[in-house]
């Protein structure tokens, strides 16, 4: 627990200053953290025999950050196109190379599954940020990915009771989701008080607003922990790494926030 709360004063400045920063340095922090999460994710499914490119999940995953920042959609489709055809001749190779391959089809569909995935999530986390009154809307989001889910943790642990899925994640309980779901709302509900007073502005990022974005934050994105808790399980272990002391790994720490920009994008550009 020590372990886990020093890297989390450590970290947590760094990462609120990019936020506020922006640009480019916080396009960089994006694609740090996927692209490490992509390293986490290939090394992972090596433990169940497999070998998904990490290139071609590298290339996936900046292809989707590349074209929030400069393409606006207008890439995609042909990088998609081109990077699904490179990505078909790796595997005719391999297959050529080494006959004894069992599974080079899945292979394939992980490269691609596995660096659309965060890519999509990366590219959300930026369009979040690039929205109007954006650095508003990060700075609450974020914190009620980050303050609901310590909440689910001691909640689960002091009163978790029921399981949710015990075959997706054990440790995963009613009582905790519930207390996320509700610390989630009250955290963007503060966070709606407290930044319009901050900016000394009217913003959209109201208490209203904010408790709003809490809740389906909270219900929704711990999906995103779910996604990575079955890799974990299927391929047998209990961090997808361990880069970070207390913590696991990047994986483990950007499951939820994967959804997170794509939410908070959703909501906001839809909704509001």
């Given at each position: 627990?020590?372990?886990?709360?020093?890297?989390?004063?450590?970290?947590?400045?760094?990462?609120?200053?990019?936020?506020?920063?922006?640009?480019?340095?916080?396009?960089?922090?994006?694609?740090?953290?996927?692209?490490?999460?992509?390293?986490?994710?290939?090394?992972?499914?090596?433990?169940?025999?497999?070998?998904?490119?990490?290139?071609?999940?590298?290339?996936?995953?900046?292809?989707?950050?590349?074209?929030?920042?400069?393409?606006?959609?207008?890439?995609?489709?042909?990088?998609?196109?081109?990077?699904?055809?490179?990505?078909?001749?790796?595997?005719?190779?391999?297959?050529?190379?080494?006959?004894?391959?069992?599974?080079?089809?899945?292979?394939?569909?992980?490269?691609?599954?596995?660096?659309?995935?965060?890519?999509?999530?990366?590219?959300?986390?930026?369009?979040?940020?690039?929205?109007?009154?954006?650095?508003?809307?990060?700075?609450?989001?974020?914190?009620?990915?980050?303050?609901?889910?310590?909440?689910?943790?001691?909640?689960?642990?002091?009163?978790?009771?029921?399981?949710?899925?015990?075959?997706?994640?054990?440790?995963?309980?009613?009582?905790?989701?519930?207390?996320?779901?509700?610390?989630?709302?009250?955290?963007?509900?503060?966070?709606?008080?407290?930044?319009?007073?901050?900016?000394?502005?009217?913003?959209?990022?109201?208490?209203?607003?904010?408790?709003?974005?809490?809740?389906?934050?909270?219900?929704?994105?711990?999906?995103?922990?779910?996604?990575?808790?079955?890799?974990?399980?299927?391929?047998?272990?209990?961090?997808?790494?361990?880069?970070?002391?207390?913590?696991?790994?990047?994986?483990?720490?950007?499951?939820?926030?994967?959804?997170?920009?794509?939410?908070?994008?959703?909501?906001?550009?839809?909704?509001l």
């Amino acid at each position: 627990m020590k372990t886990r709360i020093i890297s989390a004063a450590v970290l947590l400045p760094a990462v609120l200053v990019l936020i506020i920063i922006g640009d480019w340095p916080y396009a960089l922090l994006i694609g740090v953290a996927t692209l490490l999460a992509g390293f986490e994710y290939t090394r992972m499914l090596q433990r169940k025999g497999y070998n998904p490119a990490w290139g071609g999940v590298v290339a996936f995953d900046l292809l989707w950050l590349a074209d929030a920042l400069w393409g606006n959609g207008q890439w995609l489709a042909p990088g998609m196109a081109g990077l699904t055809l490179l990505t078909e001749g790796w595997i005719l190779y391999r297959r050529h190379r080494h006959p004894d391959i069992a599974a080079p089809t899945a292979e394939w569909a992980l490269t691609l599954a596995g660096g659309t995935y965060l890519g999509i999530g990366g590219a959300y986390l930026w369009r979040m940020r690039a929205l109007p009154e954006g650095l508003w809307w990060t700075l609450t989001a974020l914190p009620i990915v980050w303050v609901s889910e310590s909440a689910a943790y001691f909640v689960g642990r002091r009163w978790g009771r029921h399981k949710m899925s015990p075959t997706i994640s054990p440790g995963k309980s009613w009582e905790g989701y519930s207390g996320e779901v509700i610390s989630g709302t009250l955290t963007g509900l503060f966070l709606g008080w407290l930044w319009p007073t901050v900016a000394r502005q009217p913003l959209q990022v109201t208490p209203a607003t904010g408790a709003l974005l809490g809740l389906v934050i909270a219900a929704l994105t711990t999906a995103g922990d779910f996604f990575v808790s079955v890799i974990k399980r299927e391929v047998g272990v209990k961090d997808s790494g361990t880069l970070i002391p207390g913590h696991g790994g990047i994986f483990d720490r950007i499951d939820s926030l994967l959804w997170t920009g794509v939410v908070t994008w959703a909501l906001v550009t839809l909704l509001l």
